[in-house]
């Protein structure tokens, strides 16, 4: 069987950093803490737990220790609040969303009406409307950049995973929503490469393996590309391979999202090649 690799695919630079940053901080006999899980992918949250990184939903079950802020970032509240807990804290935000949400809080010190193009629901957006402060609006498709209003001044920020072309269509919409607007295109590459060479991937083998968190967005939507071109499925682990789905398959493609671990896109690039 032919198995081949995207060109890009698995940890991106935020995550590795995230991770990196968790696995230092752990030191026996002493409480540490994610704040939410450091990234989705609950077999590195298991494993940074056997190595006593610990996760909590919430800054009420903490009481003293390290808390460690995952790469999605949290708003300014959770800062202030850190500090007057007195726990100790490593800052994992990745430096994108970092700038993603410096920029929204910009444009909204500078009079800015700030419109995020992102999942609501998504921790990075609401970090980001957080630090916009309030008033600041999260939208996703096109009909809701329709649905606006007409602003003054308007600033545009996105979340750093969104699809580019996407993010295209919407800040088109929102054209004529204002005479001052100003676009901060906050996408970071790391989605774009690894999206577009799934893409290419899939268009040149007979069935493509996508590895990565059932709750991670960035996973599921290179799940959607690929089965847009082939045959795809997402799986979590080598062990959901099932035998059946190979039957008249030659060529086989594989990747990953931005936090799926090498150890797991290792496991299943061998197990397809046993196939
Ligand atoms: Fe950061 Fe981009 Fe990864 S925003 S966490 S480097 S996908």
């Given at each position: 069987m032919e198995v081949i690799l995207a060109d890009n695919l698995g940890f991106c630079y935020g995550v590795k950093r995230a991770i990196q940053l968790a696995e230092d901080s752990a030191a026996p006999g002493q409480v540490t803490n994610t704040?939410?899980?450091?990234?989705?992918?609950p077999q590195m949250v298991a494993k940074l737990a056997e190595n006593g990184v610990g996760t909590v939903d919430?800054?009420?079950?903490?009481?003293?220790g390290t808390i460690i802020i995952r790469s999605h970032g949290v708003g300014p509240d959770v800062y202030d609040r850190v500090e007057a807990m007195g726990l100790n804290m490593v800052d994992a935000t990745c430096p994108h969303v970092r700038k993603a949400q410096s920029s929204a809080k910009m444009l909204a010190d500078e009079g800015y009406q700030v419109v995020i193009i992102g999942e609501k629901r998504h921790p990075e957006v609401k970090s980001i409307i957080e630090w916009a402060g309030d008033g600041a609006v999260a939208i996703e498709t096109e009909e809701e950049a329709d649905s606006l209003p007409k602003y003054g001044k308007l600033g545009v920020v996105a979340q750093?995973?969104?699809?580019a072309p996407k993010f295209k269509l919407i800040v088109e919409r929102l054209l004529?929503?204002?005479?001052d607007m100003k676009i901060l295109r906050?996408?970071?590459?790391a989605t774009d490469q690894r999206q577009s060479a799934a893409m290419k991937l899939a268009t040149e083998v007979d069935l493509m393996i996508v590895i990565g968190g059932k709750n991670s967005a960035n996973t599921t939507r290179l799940a959607q590309l690929c089965s847009d071109k082939c045959k795809t499925y997402h799986i979590e682990?080598?062990?959901?391979?099932?035998?059946?789905?190979?039957?008249?398959?030659k060529k086989i493609g594989i990747t990953a999202g931005a936090s799926t671990p090498d150890w797991i896109i290792k496991e299943v690039y061998k197990k397809c090649q046993k196939k």
């Open positions: 704040l939410g899980p450091i990234i989705h992918n919430s800054l009420d079950e903490v009481k003293e750093t995973t969104f699809s004529d929503k204002s005479s906050t996408i970071c590459t682990t080598a062990e959901e391979l099932r035998d059946d789905w190979f039957d008249k398959i």
